[in-house]
Protein backbone atom coordinates (compact mmCIF):
# COMPACT_ATOMS: atom_id res chain seq x y z
CA UNK A 1 0.00 0.00 0.00
CA UNK A 2 2.81 2.35 0.50
CA UNK A 3 4.12 2.48 -2.90
CA UNK A 4 0.62 3.34 -4.25
CA UNK A 5 0.17 5.70 -2.16
CA UNK A 6 3.55 7.58 -2.51
CA UNK A 7 2.72 7.16 -6.35
CA UNK A 8 -0.78 8.80 -6.52
CA UNK A 9 0.69 11.60 -4.40
CA UNK A 10 3.39 12.21 -6.49
CA UNK A 11 1.03 11.76 -9.72
CA UNK A 12 -1.22 14.54 -8.08
CA UNK A 13 1.87 17.29 -7.91
CA UNK A 14 3.04 16.11 -10.94
CA UNK A 15 -0.49 17.06 -12.40
CA UNK A 16 -0.97 20.34 -10.06
CA UNK A 17 2.70 21.57 -11.86
CA UNK A 18 0.98 21.45 -15.28
CA UNK A 19 -2.23 22.82 -14.57
CA UNK A 20 -2.58 25.49 -17.27
CA UNK A 21 -2.16 29.26 -16.26
CA UNK A 22 -6.08 31.77 -16.78
CA UNK A 23 -6.28 32.77 -20.13
CA UNK A 24 -8.35 36.17 -20.56
CA UNK A 25 -9.51 38.34 -23.02
CA UNK A 26 -6.86 41.13 -22.00
CA UNK A 27 -4.04 40.84 -19.64
CA UNK A 28 -2.72 43.78 -18.65
CA UNK A 29 0.84 42.79 -17.14
CA UNK A 30 3.27 44.50 -14.28
CA UNK A 31 1.27 47.55 -13.74
CA UNK A 32 1.65 49.76 -10.93
CA UNK A 33 -2.06 48.74 -9.46
CA UNK A 34 -4.30 51.69 -8.59
CA UNK A 35 -7.01 50.39 -7.53
CA UNK A 36 -9.31 53.65 -6.98
CA UNK A 37 -9.56 53.13 -2.98
CA UNK A 38 -6.86 55.25 -1.85
CA UNK A 39 -4.62 52.40 -0.32
CA UNK A 40 -1.41 52.01 -1.81
CA UNK A 41 -0.49 51.03 -5.29
CA UNK A 42 1.50 47.46 -5.73
CA UNK A 43 2.91 45.52 -8.94
CA UNK A 44 0.48 43.52 -10.53
CA UNK A 45 -1.67 42.08 -13.01
CA UNK A 46 -5.19 42.86 -14.37
CA UNK A 47 -7.37 40.30 -16.72
CA UNK A 48 -10.59 41.34 -18.47
CA UNK A 49 -13.11 39.19 -20.10
CA UNK A 50 -15.71 40.57 -22.21
CA UNK A 51 -16.44 44.15 -20.50
CA UNK A 52 -15.59 42.53 -16.61
CA UNK A 53 -12.68 43.08 -14.79
CA UNK A 54 -11.94 39.05 -14.20
CA UNK A 55 -9.40 39.31 -12.18
CA UNK A 56 -6.62 41.50 -10.00
CA UNK A 57 -3.62 40.75 -8.53
CA UNK A 58 -0.22 38.87 -9.42
CA UNK A 59 -1.67 36.06 -12.10
CA UNK A 60 -0.58 33.04 -13.73
CA UNK A 61 -1.98 33.97 -16.74
CA UNK A 62 -2.08 34.44 -20.37
CA UNK A 63 -4.22 36.88 -22.81
CA UNK A 64 -5.49 37.17 -26.20
CA UNK A 65 -4.04 40.52 -26.20
CA UNK A 66 -1.37 41.11 -23.54
CA UNK A 67 -0.19 44.53 -22.74
CA UNK A 68 3.57 44.82 -20.64
CA UNK A 69 2.41 47.94 -18.10
CA UNK A 70 6.06 47.83 -16.63
CA UNK A 71 6.49 51.07 -15.58
CA UNK A 72 2.87 52.63 -15.77
CA UNK A 73 -0.11 53.03 -13.60
CA UNK A 74 -3.13 51.32 -13.82
CA UNK A 75 -6.62 52.72 -12.63
CA UNK A 76 -9.91 52.51 -12.68
CA UNK A 77 -11.42 55.04 -15.71
CA UNK A 78 -11.49 58.95 -14.56
CA UNK A 79 -15.45 60.21 -13.84
CA UNK A 80 -15.57 63.87 -15.11
CA UNK A 81 -18.41 64.99 -12.53
CA UNK A 82 -19.22 68.12 -14.79
CA UNK A 83 -19.39 67.41 -18.37
CA UNK A 84 -20.76 69.80 -20.92
CA UNK A 85 -19.62 66.94 -23.67
CA UNK A 86 -23.30 67.08 -24.52
CA UNK A 87 -23.00 68.58 -27.94
CA UNK A 88 -19.46 67.88 -28.62
CA UNK A 89 -20.37 64.09 -29.07
CA UNK A 90 -22.62 64.12 -31.37
CA UNK A 91 -20.29 65.98 -33.88
CA UNK A 92 -17.58 63.45 -32.85
CA UNK A 93 -18.02 60.50 -30.78
CA UNK A 94 -14.88 59.66 -30.05
CA UNK A 95 -14.62 62.32 -27.24
CA UNK A 96 -10.58 63.05 -27.83
CA UNK A 97 -10.14 65.86 -25.29
CA UNK A 98 -11.34 63.38 -22.57
CA UNK A 99 -10.73 60.24 -23.90
CA UNK A 100 -6.70 60.92 -24.23
CA UNK A 101 -7.21 62.10 -20.44
CA UNK A 102 -8.65 58.61 -19.15
CA UNK A 103 -11.90 59.78 -18.88
CA UNK A 104 -14.38 57.17 -19.33
CA UNK A 105 -17.58 58.44 -17.84
CA UNK A 106 -18.97 61.93 -19.05
CA UNK A 107 -21.45 63.55 -16.01
CA UNK A 108 -24.05 65.75 -17.80
CA UNK A 109 -26.56 68.36 -16.31
CA UNK A 110 -25.56 71.26 -14.94
CA UNK A 111 -28.40 73.31 -14.73
CA UNK A 112 -29.68 72.96 -18.63
CA UNK A 113 -30.05 68.98 -19.39
CA UNK A 114 -30.93 67.78 -23.23
CA UNK A 115 -34.34 66.43 -22.08
CA UNK A 116 -37.37 66.97 -20.85
CA UNK A 117 -37.73 69.23 -24.04
CA UNK A 118 -41.65 70.28 -25.88
CA UNK A 119 -41.88 71.31 -29.40
CA UNK A 120 -41.06 74.74 -28.89
CA UNK A 121 -37.68 74.02 -26.66
CA UNK A 122 -36.90 71.57 -29.56
CA UNK A 123 -37.61 74.37 -32.16
CA UNK A 124 -34.98 77.05 -29.69
CA UNK A 125 -32.54 74.18 -29.22
CA UNK A 126 -32.46 74.17 -33.16
CA UNK A 127 -32.52 77.86 -33.75
CA UNK A 128 -29.37 78.53 -30.91
CA UNK A 129 -26.65 75.95 -32.58
CA UNK A 130 -23.48 77.42 -32.98
CA UNK A 131 -21.14 75.67 -34.99
CA UNK A 132 -21.76 72.07 -34.69
CA UNK A 133 -25.39 71.57 -36.34
CA UNK A 134 -27.53 68.51 -35.35
CA UNK A 135 -31.00 67.41 -35.64
CA UNK A 136 -32.91 67.53 -32.36
CA UNK A 137 -34.43 64.04 -32.66
CA UNK A 138 -35.41 63.09 -29.13
CA UNK A 139 -37.39 64.60 -26.48
CA UNK A 140 -36.83 62.88 -23.01
CA UNK A 141 -33.14 63.15 -21.44
CA UNK A 142 -33.06 58.95 -21.36
CA UNK A 143 -33.81 59.46 -25.34
CA UNK A 144 -30.82 61.71 -25.58
CA UNK A 145 -28.53 59.32 -23.44
CA UNK A 146 -29.69 56.25 -25.76
CA UNK A 147 -29.40 58.52 -28.90
CA UNK A 148 -25.86 59.13 -28.23
CA UNK A 149 -24.85 55.27 -28.08
CA UNK A 150 -26.84 54.16 -30.78
CA UNK A 151 -25.14 56.98 -32.93
CA UNK A 152 -22.01 55.40 -31.01
CA UNK A 153 -19.23 57.38 -28.71
CA UNK A 154 -16.41 56.18 -27.06
CA UNK A 155 -17.39 57.19 -23.33
CA UNK A 156 -20.09 56.28 -21.47
CA UNK A 157 -22.50 58.33 -20.31
CA UNK A 158 -24.57 59.74 -17.67
CA UNK A 159 -26.91 62.99 -16.87
CA UNK A 160 -28.99 64.47 -14.46
CA UNK A 161 -32.48 66.22 -14.88
CA UNK A 162 -31.95 70.11 -15.15
CA UNK A 163 -33.84 72.08 -12.94
CA UNK A 164 -33.58 75.08 -15.73
CA UNK A 165 -34.92 72.83 -18.24
CA UNK A 166 -37.80 71.66 -16.06
CA UNK A 167 -38.30 75.44 -15.35
CA UNK A 168 -38.24 75.92 -19.10
CA UNK A 169 -40.70 73.73 -20.38
CA UNK A 170 -43.24 74.91 -17.22
CA UNK A 171 -42.73 77.82 -16.62
CA UNK A 172 -40.70 79.39 -19.48
CA UNK A 173 -38.58 82.55 -19.00
CA UNK A 174 -40.78 84.16 -17.05
CA UNK A 175 -39.24 85.49 -13.38
CA UNK A 176 -42.42 84.23 -11.32
CA UNK A 177 -43.14 81.41 -9.40
CA UNK A 178 -44.78 78.22 -11.04
CA UNK A 179 -48.17 77.54 -10.21
CA UNK A 180 -49.41 74.33 -8.54
CA UNK A 181 -50.12 72.60 -11.37
CA UNK A 182 -46.73 73.65 -13.15
CA UNK A 183 -44.54 72.50 -9.98
CA UNK A 184 -46.47 68.98 -10.09
CA UNK A 185 -45.48 68.85 -13.67
CA UNK A 186 -41.95 69.29 -13.20
CA UNK A 187 -41.91 66.89 -9.63
CA UNK A 188 -43.56 63.97 -12.26
CA UNK A 189 -40.87 64.91 -15.03
CA UNK A 190 -38.17 64.23 -12.20
CA UNK A 191 -40.08 61.48 -11.63
CA UNK A 192 -39.36 60.24 -15.19
CA UNK A 193 -36.15 61.09 -15.50
CA UNK A 194 -35.43 59.06 -12.26
CA UNK A 195 -37.07 55.96 -13.29
CA UNK A 196 -35.30 56.69 -16.15
CA UNK A 197 -31.80 56.82 -14.53
CA UNK A 198 -31.05 60.18 -13.81
CA UNK A 199 -28.48 60.63 -11.54
CA UNK A 200 -30.40 63.31 -9.27
CA UNK A 201 -31.51 67.35 -10.06
CA UNK A 202 -29.33 69.26 -11.00
CA UNK A 203 -29.14 73.11 -10.89
CA UNK A 204 -27.26 76.95 -12.27
CA UNK A 205 -28.84 79.52 -9.99
CA UNK A 206 -26.61 82.36 -11.31
CA UNK A 207 -28.50 82.64 -14.30
CA UNK A 208 -31.57 83.05 -15.70
CA UNK A 209 -34.26 81.59 -15.93
CA UNK A 210 -32.85 79.22 -13.29
CA UNK A 211 -32.11 82.67 -11.09
CA UNK A 212 -35.95 82.73 -10.53
CA UNK A 213 -36.27 79.55 -8.49
CA UNK A 214 -36.71 79.88 -5.03
CA UNK A 215 -35.42 77.10 -2.79
CA UNK A 216 -38.47 75.59 -1.97
CA UNK A 217 -39.53 75.58 -5.09
CA UNK A 218 -36.00 73.45 -5.71
CA UNK A 219 -36.46 71.51 -2.52
CA UNK A 220 -39.56 70.32 -3.69
CA UNK A 221 -37.71 68.82 -7.24
CA UNK A 222 -35.46 67.61 -4.47
CA UNK A 223 -38.08 65.70 -2.06
CA UNK A 224 -38.48 63.43 -5.34
CA UNK A 225 -35.61 62.48 -6.62
CA UNK A 226 -35.00 61.56 -3.03
CA UNK A 227 -37.37 58.96 -3.02
CA UNK A 228 -34.82 57.39 -6.20
CA UNK A 229 -31.78 57.72 -3.64
CA UNK A 230 -30.57 60.59 -6.29
CA UNK A 231 -28.79 63.49 -5.70
CA UNK A 232 -29.10 66.98 -5.67
CA UNK A 233 -26.09 68.73 -7.39
CA UNK A 234 -25.71 72.72 -7.75
CA UNK A 235 -24.34 75.57 -9.49
CA UNK A 236 -24.91 77.59 -6.04
CA UNK A 237 -26.55 81.49 -6.59
CA UNK A 238 -23.07 83.08 -5.36
CA UNK A 239 -19.54 81.79 -5.48
CA UNK A 240 -18.53 85.48 -4.27
CA UNK A 241 -20.17 87.89 -2.10
CA UNK A 242 -22.62 85.88 -0.91
CA UNK A 243 -20.94 82.22 -1.48
CA UNK A 244 -21.86 81.55 2.79
CA UNK A 245 -25.55 82.20 2.14
CA UNK A 246 -25.49 80.09 -1.01
CA UNK A 247 -23.92 76.89 0.40
CA UNK A 248 -26.60 77.54 3.46
CA UNK A 249 -28.82 77.03 0.79
CA UNK A 250 -27.35 74.26 -0.72
CA UNK A 251 -27.29 72.68 2.57
CA UNK A 252 -31.16 73.70 3.85
CA UNK A 253 -32.34 72.00 0.54
CA UNK A 254 -30.41 68.65 1.68
CA UNK A 255 -31.69 68.79 5.01
CA UNK A 256 -35.27 69.40 3.97
CA UNK A 257 -35.45 67.11 0.77
CA UNK A 258 -33.10 64.02 2.61
CA UNK A 259 -31.47 64.05 -0.58
CA UNK A 260 -27.06 64.03 -1.05
CA UNK A 261 -25.84 67.31 -2.22
CA UNK A 262 -23.11 68.26 -4.08
CA UNK A 263 -21.00 71.62 -5.12
CA UNK A 264 -20.36 72.20 -8.73
CA UNK A 265 -16.67 73.91 -9.19
CA UNK A 266 -16.55 74.85 -5.46
CA UNK A 267 -14.37 78.33 -5.86
CA UNK A 268 -14.35 81.74 -4.11
CA UNK A 269 -14.38 84.35 -7.10
CA UNK A 270 -12.97 87.38 -6.49
CA UNK A 271 -10.04 88.45 -4.47
CA UNK A 272 -12.38 89.82 -1.86
CA UNK A 273 -13.43 86.05 -1.28
CA UNK A 274 -10.29 84.19 -1.40
CA UNK A 275 -10.40 84.43 2.66
CA UNK A 276 -13.67 82.48 2.82
CA UNK A 277 -11.99 79.22 2.23
CA UNK A 278 -12.01 78.14 5.82
CA UNK A 279 -15.31 79.22 6.33
CA UNK A 280 -16.73 77.08 3.26
CA UNK A 281 -14.66 73.86 4.53
CA UNK A 282 -16.07 74.34 8.22
CA UNK A 283 -19.84 74.54 6.99
CA UNK A 284 -19.14 71.33 4.83
CA UNK A 285 -17.66 69.76 7.63
CA UNK A 286 -20.14 71.27 10.19
CA UNK A 287 -23.20 69.66 8.02
CA UNK A 288 -21.28 66.08 7.01
CA UNK A 289 -20.85 65.66 11.24
CA UNK A 290 -24.37 66.29 11.58
CA UNK A 291 -25.69 63.60 8.70
CA UNK A 292 -26.02 65.46 5.94
CA UNK A 293 -23.94 63.55 2.57
CA UNK A 294 -22.16 67.18 1.01
CA UNK A 295 -19.60 66.38 -1.14
CA UNK A 296 -17.97 69.41 -4.11
CA UNK A 297 -16.15 69.37 -7.72
CA UNK A 298 -14.12 71.18 -8.89
CA UNK A 299 -11.75 72.29 -11.66
CA UNK A 300 -7.65 72.60 -11.39
CA UNK A 301 -7.69 76.50 -12.77
CA UNK A 302 -7.99 79.86 -11.55
CA UNK A 303 -10.31 80.88 -13.93
CA UNK A 304 -13.70 80.05 -14.93
CA UNK A 305 -15.80 80.04 -18.24
CA UNK A 306 -19.05 80.70 -19.46
CA UNK A 307 -20.88 83.58 -20.96
CA UNK A 308 -21.40 87.78 -20.74
CA UNK A 309 -24.76 86.72 -19.57
CA UNK A 310 -23.22 86.54 -15.98
CA UNK A 311 -21.98 90.37 -16.47
CA UNK A 312 -25.48 91.35 -16.61
CA UNK A 313 -28.32 91.57 -14.34
CA UNK A 314 -30.71 88.79 -14.80
CA UNK A 315 -34.07 90.88 -15.31
CA UNK A 316 -33.13 91.82 -18.26
CA UNK A 317 -32.50 88.63 -19.56
CA UNK A 318 -35.97 87.34 -18.54
CA UNK A 319 -38.02 85.91 -21.37
CA UNK A 320 -35.06 84.32 -23.05
CA UNK A 321 -31.88 85.49 -25.55
CA UNK A 322 -34.54 87.60 -28.03
CA UNK A 323 -36.22 89.88 -25.40
CA UNK A 324 -33.15 90.41 -23.67
CA UNK A 325 -31.37 90.97 -27.09
CA UNK A 326 -34.19 93.64 -27.75
CA UNK A 327 -33.64 95.36 -24.38
CA UNK A 328 -29.89 95.60 -25.05
CA UNK A 329 -30.66 97.60 -27.87
CA UNK A 330 -33.29 100.47 -25.73
CA UNK A 331 -30.84 103.68 -24.43
CA UNK A 332 -33.04 103.75 -21.55
CA UNK A 333 -32.74 99.96 -20.89
CA UNK A 334 -28.71 100.38 -22.10
CA UNK A 335 -28.07 102.65 -19.39
CA UNK A 336 -29.57 101.11 -16.31
CA UNK A 337 -27.88 97.81 -17.17
CA UNK A 338 -24.24 99.57 -17.68
CA UNK A 339 -25.01 101.24 -14.36
CA UNK A 340 -25.98 97.82 -12.46
CA UNK A 341 -23.04 96.16 -14.11
CA UNK A 342 -20.68 98.88 -13.20
CA UNK A 343 -22.02 99.02 -9.60
CA UNK A 344 -21.05 95.96 -6.88
CA UNK A 345 -24.26 94.14 -5.55
CA UNK A 346 -24.92 91.21 -3.36
CA UNK A 347 -28.48 91.37 -5.33
CA UNK A 348 -27.02 89.09 -8.02
CA UNK A 349 -23.83 87.48 -8.81
CA UNK A 350 -21.55 89.82 -11.14
CA UNK A 351 -18.95 88.07 -13.00
CA UNK A 352 -17.65 91.24 -14.33
CA UNK A 353 -17.25 92.44 -11.05
CA UNK A 354 -15.83 89.75 -9.67
CA UNK A 355 -12.91 89.58 -12.42
CA UNK A 356 -12.00 93.32 -11.15
CA UNK A 357 -10.90 94.20 -14.67
CA UNK A 358 -12.05 94.07 -18.57
CA UNK A 359 -8.32 92.66 -19.01
CA UNK A 360 -9.50 89.76 -16.95
CA UNK A 361 -12.44 88.74 -19.00
CA UNK A 362 -10.74 86.35 -22.55
CA UNK A 363 -13.77 86.17 -25.07
CA UNK A 364 -13.45 82.68 -26.41
CA UNK A 365 -16.67 81.41 -28.07
CA UNK A 366 -18.39 83.58 -31.25
CA UNK A 367 -21.67 82.39 -32.85
CA UNK A 368 -21.25 84.56 -35.74
CA UNK A 369 -18.26 84.53 -38.39
CA UNK A 370 -18.31 88.13 -38.61
CA UNK A 371 -17.07 88.34 -34.62
CA UNK A 372 -14.78 85.41 -34.81
CA UNK A 373 -11.91 87.73 -35.49
CA UNK A 374 -12.05 88.44 -31.45
CA UNK A 375 -11.34 85.36 -30.55
CA UNK A 376 -8.80 85.34 -27.48
CA UNK A 377 -8.80 88.53 -27.17
CA UNK A 378 -9.74 90.72 -23.60
CA UNK A 379 -12.89 92.59 -23.76
CA UNK A 380 -10.96 95.64 -22.76
CA UNK A 381 -9.19 95.18 -25.97
CA UNK A 382 -12.17 94.64 -27.90
CA UNK A 383 -13.95 98.13 -26.08
CA UNK A 384 -10.48 99.92 -26.75
CA UNK A 385 -10.92 98.90 -30.64
CA UNK A 386 -14.28 99.57 -31.07
CA UNK A 387 -14.10 102.41 -29.15
CA UNK A 388 -16.40 101.85 -26.65
CA UNK A 389 -16.91 101.15 -23.22
CA UNK A 390 -15.99 97.76 -22.11
CA UNK A 391 -19.64 97.44 -20.57
CA UNK A 392 -21.30 98.14 -24.08
CA UNK A 393 -19.21 96.63 -25.82
CA UNK A 394 -20.66 93.67 -24.05
CA UNK A 395 -24.00 94.37 -24.66
CA UNK A 396 -22.97 94.97 -28.22
CA UNK A 397 -21.27 91.68 -28.88
CA UNK A 398 -24.41 89.90 -26.95
CA UNK A 399 -26.94 91.03 -29.89
CA UNK A 400 -24.27 91.32 -32.65
CA UNK A 401 -23.61 87.77 -32.39
CA UNK A 402 -27.03 86.48 -31.35
CA UNK A 403 -25.67 84.35 -28.55
CA UNK A 404 -24.36 85.03 -24.82
CA UNK A 405 -20.80 84.81 -26.21
CA UNK A 406 -18.46 82.41 -24.66
CA UNK A 407 -16.05 84.20 -22.19
CA UNK A 408 -13.62 83.11 -19.93
CA UNK A 409 -12.85 85.12 -16.27
CA UNK A 410 -10.37 85.05 -14.24
CA UNK A 411 -11.50 84.79 -10.92
CA UNK A 412 -9.75 82.85 -8.74
CA UNK A 413 -6.20 82.18 -6.50
CA UNK A 414 -3.79 79.67 -6.76
CA UNK A 415 -3.60 79.01 -3.49
CA UNK A 416 -7.11 78.16 -3.27
CA UNK A 417 -6.99 76.01 -6.02
CA UNK A 418 -4.59 73.57 -4.03
CA UNK A 419 -6.13 73.92 -0.41
CA UNK A 420 -8.78 72.79 -2.54
CA UNK A 421 -7.55 69.44 -4.26
CA UNK A 422 -6.38 68.38 -0.96
CA UNK A 423 -10.13 68.08 0.86
CA UNK A 424 -11.01 64.71 1.02
CA UNK A 425 -14.65 65.36 -0.21
CA UNK A 426 -13.81 67.04 -3.85
CA UNK A 427 -14.01 65.17 -7.21
CA UNK A 428 -13.46 66.64 -10.83
CA UNK A 429 -15.18 68.13 -13.22
CA UNK A 430 -13.96 69.90 -16.54
CA UNK A 431 -17.25 72.28 -16.84
CA UNK A 432 -16.31 71.78 -20.46
CA UNK A 433 -17.15 69.73 -23.48
CA UNK A 434 -14.72 67.08 -24.80
CA UNK A 435 -13.35 68.34 -28.22
CA UNK A 436 -10.45 67.47 -31.01
CA UNK A 437 -8.12 69.92 -32.26
CA UNK A 438 -9.62 69.38 -35.89
CA UNK A 439 -13.02 70.05 -38.09
CA UNK A 440 -15.18 72.44 -36.39
CA UNK A 441 -13.86 72.91 -33.05
CA UNK A 442 -10.81 74.85 -34.15
CA UNK A 443 -13.73 77.43 -35.36
CA UNK A 444 -13.76 78.99 -31.63
CA UNK A 445 -11.32 78.61 -28.65
CA UNK A 446 -12.31 76.86 -25.47
CA UNK A 447 -11.01 77.00 -21.80
CA UNK A 448 -8.06 74.61 -21.51
CA UNK A 449 -9.82 72.54 -18.96
CA UNK A 450 -11.58 70.58 -21.86
CA UNK A 451 -7.96 69.07 -22.90
CA UNK A 452 -6.56 69.33 -19.74
CA UNK A 453 -8.08 69.17 -16.30
CA UNK A 454 -7.64 65.55 -15.17
CA UNK A 455 -3.78 64.88 -16.34
CA UNK A 456 -3.15 68.65 -14.70
CA UNK A 457 -4.18 67.23 -11.53
CA UNK A 458 -1.97 64.26 -11.89
CA UNK A 459 1.01 65.81 -13.39
CA UNK A 460 1.06 69.19 -11.65
CA UNK A 461 -0.58 68.66 -8.54
CA UNK A 462 0.59 65.54 -7.91
CA UNK A 463 3.83 64.73 -9.37
CA UNK A 464 5.28 68.25 -9.71
CA UNK A 465 3.63 69.73 -6.72
CA UNK A 466 2.79 67.14 -4.52
CA UNK A 467 -0.37 68.95 -3.18
CA UNK A 468 -1.92 65.22 -2.53
CA UNK A 469 -0.59 61.72 -3.64
CA UNK A 470 -1.30 59.18 -6.79
CA UNK A 471 -3.04 57.00 -5.43
CA UNK A 472 -5.91 60.03 -3.28
CA UNK A 473 -5.65 61.80 -6.79
CA UNK A 474 -7.28 58.42 -8.37
CA UNK A 475 -9.77 57.58 -5.90
CA UNK A 476 -11.01 61.36 -6.21
CA UNK A 477 -11.29 60.61 -9.57
CA UNK A 478 -12.89 57.07 -9.78
CA UNK A 479 -14.19 56.08 -6.28
CA UNK A 480 -15.27 58.67 -4.76
CA UNK A 481 -17.88 60.13 -7.57
CA UNK A 482 -18.99 56.79 -8.19
CA UNK A 483 -19.74 56.23 -4.78
CA UNK A 484 -21.39 59.43 -4.23
CA UNK A 485 -23.41 58.86 -7.37
CA UNK A 486 -24.06 55.60 -6.18
CA UNK A 487 -23.35 54.13 -9.67
CA UNK A 488 -22.61 49.81 -9.31
CA UNK A 489 -19.92 48.26 -10.46
CA UNK A 490 -17.57 51.08 -11.95
CA UNK A 491 -15.09 53.52 -10.56
CA UNK A 492 -12.84 50.50 -8.30
CA UNK A 493 -10.45 47.79 -10.52
CA UNK A 494 -12.32 44.82 -8.30
CA UNK A 495 -13.31 41.74 -9.85
CA UNK A 496 -16.81 42.05 -11.00
CA UNK A 497 -17.00 45.58 -12.11
CA UNK A 498 -17.19 46.47 -15.73
CA UNK A 499 -13.67 47.00 -17.36
CA UNK A 500 -13.16 50.70 -17.53
CA UNK A 501 -9.25 50.93 -17.04
CA UNK A 502 -6.46 53.49 -17.95
CA UNK A 503 -3.26 52.93 -18.87
CA UNK A 504 -0.84 56.25 -17.93
CA UNK A 505 2.83 57.26 -16.90
CA UNK A 506 2.76 58.92 -13.72
CA UNK A 507 5.86 60.50 -14.78
CA UNK A 508 5.30 61.95 -17.69
CA UNK A 509 1.17 62.35 -17.67
CA UNK A 510 0.30 66.34 -18.25
CA UNK A 511 -1.60 68.85 -19.62
CA UNK A 512 -0.52 71.03 -22.77
CA UNK A 513 -3.24 73.03 -23.04
CA UNK A 514 -3.30 76.89 -22.73
CA UNK A 515 -5.57 80.42 -22.21
CA UNK A 516 -3.49 81.40 -25.35
CA UNK A 517 -3.37 77.93 -27.30
CA UNK A 518 -6.47 75.76 -25.44
CA UNK A 519 -6.30 73.16 -28.66
CA UNK A 520 -3.63 70.65 -27.29
CA UNK A 521 -4.43 67.65 -26.34
CA UNK A 522 -2.94 66.12 -22.65
CA UNK A 523 0.05 63.78 -22.93
CA UNK A 524 1.20 60.73 -20.90
CA UNK A 525 -2.35 58.44 -20.87
CA UNK A 526 -1.01 55.47 -23.13
CA UNK A 527 -4.21 53.28 -23.08
CA UNK A 528 -8.28 53.36 -22.13
CA UNK A 529 -10.55 50.56 -22.23
CA UNK A 530 -14.18 51.44 -22.02
CA UNK A 531 -16.77 48.43 -20.95
CA UNK A 532 -13.92 46.15 -21.72
CA UNK A 533 -12.84 47.61 -25.18
CA UNK A 534 -9.78 49.26 -26.36
CA UNK A 535 -10.79 52.52 -27.14
CA UNK A 536 -6.64 54.29 -26.82
CA UNK A 537 -3.85 52.40 -27.74
CA UNK A 538 -0.43 53.83 -27.51
CA UNK A 539 -2.32 57.18 -27.07
CA UNK A 540 -4.14 56.81 -30.49
CA UNK A 541 -7.43 56.22 -30.78
CA UNK A 542 -8.83 53.31 -31.99
CA UNK A 543 -11.96 54.00 -34.13
CA UNK A 544 -14.20 51.98 -31.04
CA UNK A 545 -17.02 53.27 -29.97
CA UNK A 546 -18.43 51.09 -26.73
CA UNK A 547 -19.96 53.63 -24.56
CA UNK A 548 -22.81 52.81 -22.62
CA UNK A 549 -25.97 54.56 -20.59
CA UNK A 550 -24.94 54.67 -17.26
CA UNK A 551 -28.62 54.63 -14.69
CA UNK A 552 -28.92 56.24 -11.59
CA UNK A 553 -29.90 54.59 -8.16
CA UNK A 554 -33.55 55.23 -9.31
CA UNK A 555 -33.32 53.24 -12.37
CA UNK A 556 -36.38 50.82 -13.03
CA UNK A 557 -36.45 49.19 -16.32
CA UNK A 558 -33.95 46.85 -16.41
Known sequence: MKPTYYLLLLSLLVLGSCAKPQHFDVLIKNGQIVDGSGQPSYIGDVGINADTIAAVGNLEATGDL???????????????????????????????????????????????????LNEQMKKQEQENQGDIKYEVAWNTLNEYLEYLTKKGISPNVASFVGATTLRIHTVGFEDRAPTPQELDSMKLMVKQAMEDGAMGVGSSLIYAPAFYSSTEELIELCKVAAEYDGMYISHMRSEG???????????????????????????????????????????VDSARAAGLHITADMYNYVAGATGLDASMPPWVQEGGYDKWAQRLQDPAIRKKVMEEMRTPTDEWESLMQAAGDPSKILLVGFKNDTLKHYTGKTLKEVAEIRGTSPEETAMDLVVQDGSRVGTIYFLMSEDNVKKQIALPWMSFGSDA??????????????????????????????????VISLEEAVHKLSQLP??????????????????DVVLFDPETIIDKATFENPHQYAEGVMHVFVNGTQVLKDGEHTGNMPGRVVRGPGYTKE
Open 241 to 283: SRLLESLDELIRIADEAGICAEIYHLKESGKDNWDKFDAVVAK
Open 482 to 499: ATNLKIKKRGSLIEGNYA
Open 433 to 466: GSLATEGVFLKSNTHPRAYGNFARLLGKYVREEK
Open 66 to 116: EIDATGLAVSPGFINMLSWATVSLIEDGRSMGDIKQGVTLEVMGEGWSMGP
